[in-house]
Structures are given as structure tokens and as C-alpha cells.
């Protein structure tokens, strides 16, 4: 079946710009994850739902980022006043029910310019 | 949360055995060991997961001692498409977020 799919795959940004990501899980996957990974990095935690509720999110590293998933299924990610520090892949994953498995998507790089 | 240390890197050739250990001293009663792998232009991809013993599947197996305070991913007879990088992590997989990536391993198999 489809995997994780995340768009756009490459997103390049103006310093100051507002960036939008979205990430679709596999359907049927409550949990979901998403992740900063900075080149030569392992991904960081940046923030999980549960279905619709945003039950962790203390991986944002600032109030200019924030992230949603109104109805349980997309997330979207957003990025205000992009900064160059921003510039990393964002990786999100889905969890199925009743497993710690995480699947994820290919990840949207970002580069603000 | 359990920190995890592995090598920063490693270097194999064709058909050899490649073991990677991984340190995690302060594991909890709770967590198991999770290793995932990840290609350029990927997200990480689940490979093995254990608590104790050895755990074997088609891709790769996991030996864990007794103390757990380390584990050992192997992977028999590497080729070059095996290269990527390779992360271990501890957490309890009941509790939701609980799970952290470290720095990997990168695994270069060379022909």
C-alpha cells in the first residue's frame, strides 16, 4: 500500500519567508511524528500527535515553528520567519495502532536562502 | 531517556559480516533496542527490534547480553547496496514519544 508521503520533496525559502509542509501518513495510523534532521544529523524529535491532539511538542525549537492535524489524518508543519538555521530535511512518520514501528515519509529539505 | 553511543562510522566490503555495537549504560527496565536504517534522500526505515538475547529476522539479527548496557546489530554478508547509515535507539515503545535517534553509524560496503 502507499507509504508516508510528504510535499513538496524540496522547498527553498527567502530569509523571513513563511514555509508550510505537509505530511500524509499511511490511513489508519493514529500516531504522528515529525523530525528535523540537519545534514550529517540523526533526525530530532520536533513534535507527535495522537490522532488530532498534539500530545508532545516540546522538540519545537521555537514559537516560530507550529504544527497541526485538524482532522486527524494530515499534518501540516509551518515555519514563520524562516531563518537560515532552519534550513534541514523534515521528516515526518505514522504509527499504526498497538505498534512502536514508525514509518517514514522521504522527508521535504529545506533550504532558506 | 537512555543515551545511545555508536561509532561514527565503519568500513566493510562485499560479503563480509558487519556488526555494529551500540553502548546504552543507563537503559531502563522498560525499554527495548531499535535499530533503523537510513539511505540518502530517505527517511529511516525500521530493521530489528529486541529486549534481550538475540532477536533474528531476514535482514539482520540483534545480540543483546544480559546487562542489556549494549547490543550488537549484524548483518551477514553486506553488499554495497547495505550501505547507509545506521541508527540505534533505546526507549520504552509503550510510551509514545519515547523514542530518540543518535548520530547512527555510517556503513560504507566497499566492492
Known amino acids: 500500500g502507499a507509504g508516508v508521503s510528504q510535499s513538496p520533496r524540496y522547498k527553498v525559502a527567502k530569509r523571513g519567508q513563511d514555509v508550510a509542509l505537509r505530511c500524509d501518513p499511511i490511513?489508519?495510523?493514529?500516531?504522528l511524528f515529525w523530525y528535523q534532521q540537519a545534514l550529517g544529523q540523526g533526525p530530532e524529535f520536533l513534535t507527535y500527535?495522537?490522532?488530532?491532539?498534539?500530545?508532545?511538542k516540546s522538540g519545537l525549537p521555537s514559537d516560530r515553528f507550529f504544527a497541526e492535524r485538524p482532522e486527524g489524518s494530515v499534518s501540516t508543519l509551518k515555519i514563520q520567519r524562516t531563518q537560515q538555521e532552519d534550513s534541514a530535511v523534515y521528516l515526518c512518520?505514522?504509527?499504526?495502532?498497538?505498534?512502536?514501528?514508525?514509518?517514514f515519509g522521504p522527508g521535504t529539505r529545506l533550504t532558506v536562502l | 531517556l537512555a543515551k545511545t553511543t555508536q561509532p561514527i562510522s565503519m568500513d566493510s566490503y562485499e560479503g563480509q559480516e558487519v556488526n555494529i555495537t551500540c553502548s546504552h549504560n543507563?537503559?531502563?527496565?522498560?525499554?527495548?533496542i531499535t535499530w533503523y536504517q537510513q539511505f540518502p534522500s530517505q527517511g529511516p526505515r525500521f530493521i530489528i527490534q529486541g529486549y534481550k538475547t538475540k532477536v533474528t529476522n531476514e535482514v539482520a539479527s540483534l545480540f543483546i547480553p544480559a546487562d542489556r548496557k549494549s547490543s550488537t546489530l549484524s548483518l551477514p554478508r553486506v553488499s554495497l547496496s547495505d550501505t547507509a547509515v545506521y541508527y540505534c535507539?533505546?526507549?520504552?515503545?509503550?510510551?509514545?514519544?519515547?523514542?530518540?535517534f543518535g548520530a547512527g553509524t555510517r556503513l560504507t560496503v566497499k566492492p
Open positions: 535507539l533505546v526507549g520504552d515503545p509503550y510510551n509514545n514519544n519515547d523514542m530518540r
Open positions: 543507563n537503559i531502563a527496565t522498560n525499554d527495548y
Open positions: 512518520a505514522s504509527r499504526p495502532p498497538g505498534s512502536d514501528t514508525q514509518y
Open positions: 500527535f495522537q490522532n488530532e491532539a498534539q500530545l508532545d
Open positions: 490511513s489508519g495510523h493514529v500516531s
